[in-house]
């Protein structure tokens, strides 16, 4: 029964027939609204629905519409059918269906969650996803695939997350690094955490790799990849680079303490180039050959060069240059009419059979623009420093002007006194904090304003701190509370500017 109605049923019980009669009345014609409870084989606690490890074949039908987490996990679900959510469920921001045995995923099987951040179906039968099964999550962030059957990965599948940030694929049958994550325009577009680790891998896209690594984190470990001399330049770079993924599992990489047997990637002979970072500067429209840093040679036979560039990666054995950039056989880097946007950090990779030193770097950068220009950013550095410079000076200036007038008002060598027997002599300039007795008798208003006055110097005779003339005129209260803020008492009358001091 509709828990709203139950509750008045039980209220109205000495009312009789006639008061059940209109709370039934009201519910059918909607004036009482349906507020699903917690279902009974589930724990509820405010916006959190546990369903976990009740056996369940299917989802719970009378599922509250007010969750913002749903915990399905470690149940028998085999299929999430179109209509395996009975009712919208328009907050639910996370849903766990893990340790299940769900091998099918309809397509649109979570339109009624469009909201969805965080969706997990690790460890279930899934061998292949629908194309349309997350159709409709555009805010989905995070989602969990691990320890399933994945053979094959179809970027279509993820056409509508475009919010997608961090994919876990691991522990699945993966053959394929599935690259089209990032290059087909029906993959996530913000994809920066890829979890590819205890599949079946053999190969990898070390060109793609490279270009890759500057968007997030790429994990493979635990792939029984072929140790060749390419990704032994990878894997050699990742850890001159400190690249977390590589780092934190250095020891379930191939090729982690060089060459194994078979092959040898070590080159011969004298370094051709220092190996330190180094800098190129060209004006735009000139060619410019950039060699590899600390490269050996000649090169080994087969051995290959990569140069990763602001925008793709490239290598040697390319048959044909790549827009205007191409890499020699001799591992150099030929830029053909430079151009602005080529400016940037270029990276040398190539197996070279052990790690890098501290102060070796296969980096270089490369800068495009007129060669006149970096005199005037010199000159543009002075005039900033000049404009500095300036600048300090004028607030070292303020600072010692507002210290004076601080020292005018707050350090009053003389004050009047209402008797006679007060020091003589004020000394010239100093300020005077007077009140007008004058004033006082003549009833005008009273206030806690105070006058300051700069005083000229006094004969012996002269009434101590008459002044002649006031060098200020404080007209106004306010005004003269600007330039010394205390507290006013019934005592001390505002001057009034019309009288003679």
């Known amino acids: ?82 209509d395996w959510i009975s009712q919208p469920l328009d907050r639910l921001a996370t849903l766990v269906l893990s340790k299940n045995r769900i091998s099918r995923v309809e397509a649109n099987a979570f339109a009624l969650a469009p909201h969805l951040l965080h969706l997990d179906l690790s460890s279930n039968r899934l061998t292949a996803l629908n194309l349309s099964a997350f159709a409709g999550l555009k805010e989905l962030r995070e989602l969990l695939l691990f320890d399933n059957q994945i053979v094959e990965v179809d970027p279509e599948s993820f056409g509508d997350l475009h ?36 599949n079946r891998l053999t190969e990898a896209p070390v060109q793609s790799l490279l270009s890759l690594t500057h968007a997030g984190g790429i994990y493979l470990q635990g792939n029984p990849l072929v140790c060749d001399c390419a990704m032994l330049a990878l894997l050699e770079y990742w850890l ?32 051709d180039l220092p190996f330190e970072a180094q800098m190129y500067q060209i004006e735009p429209g000139n060619w410019l050959r950039v060699p590899c840093p600390g490269l050996t040679l000649p090169l080994p036979e087969g051995q290959i060069v990569f140069w990763a560039t602001p925008k793709i990666a490239l290598n040697s054995s390319a048959a044909h240059a790549i827009a205007h950039l191409t890499v ?42 007129n060669l006149s220009s970096t005199s005037g950013s010199g000159l543009g550095h002075r005039s900033g420093t000049e404009h500095f410079n300036t600048a300090f000076t004028t607030l070292a200036s303020c600072v010692v002007s507002i210290i004076l007038v601080l020292l005018y008002l707050y350090l009053t060598p003389c004050r009047c006194r209402d008797g006679g027997g007060g020091a003589r002599g ?24 105070k006058r300051v006055a700069f005083m000229e110097p006094q004969a012996e005779d002269s009434s101590i701190c008459d002044p002649k003339t006031p060098a200020v005129n404080s007209g106004h209260g306010a005004t003269e509370g600007i330039l010394k803020n205390g507290s006013r008492t019934v005592e001390q009358p505002l001057t009034n500017t019309s009288q003679k001091v």
């Open 1 to 82: 029964m509709h828990p709203v109605a139950s509750e008045l049923f039980d209220r109205t019980s000495v009312g009789g027939s006639c008061c059940r009669a209109a709370v039934l009345l009201l519910l059918c014609l909607g004036f009482l609204p349906w507020v699903a409870g917690c279902p009974p084989y589930c724990l509820c606690a405010s916006d959190i629905v546990s369903c976990s490890g009740r056996n369940l074949s299917a989802s719970p039908f009378d599922l509250p519409g007010y969750a913002t987490r749903l915990d399905l996990s470690h149940n028998a679900l085999a299929a999430l059918p179109v």
């Open 163 to 198: 919010s997608l940030r961090r994919l876990y694929l691991s522990a699945n049958k993966l053959t394929s690094f599935p690259l089209e994550l990032y290059e087909e325009p029906e993959g996530p577009r913000n994809l920066t955490f890829l979890d590819l680790s205890y």
């Open 240 to 271: 001159w680079k400190q690249y977390r993924p590589l780092v934190d599992f250095r020891g379930e990489y191939p090729c982690k303490e060089g060459a194994g047997p078979g092959f040898d990637c070590r080159p011969e002979g004298e370094l």
């Open 328 to 369: 020699l056989p001799n591992g150099t880097l030929e830029i053909q009419g430079a151009l602005t946007e080529d400016s940037g950090t270029y990276v040398c990779v190539v197996a070279r059979g052990r790690h890098y030193r501290p102060d070796e770097s296969p980096e270089v950068t490369v800068v495009v623009g």
């Open 426 to 449: 004020c000394g010239g300039r100093a300020i005077s904090l007077c009140s007008d007795p004058r004033e006082a008798e003549s009833g005008q208003r009273r206030s806690n304003g």
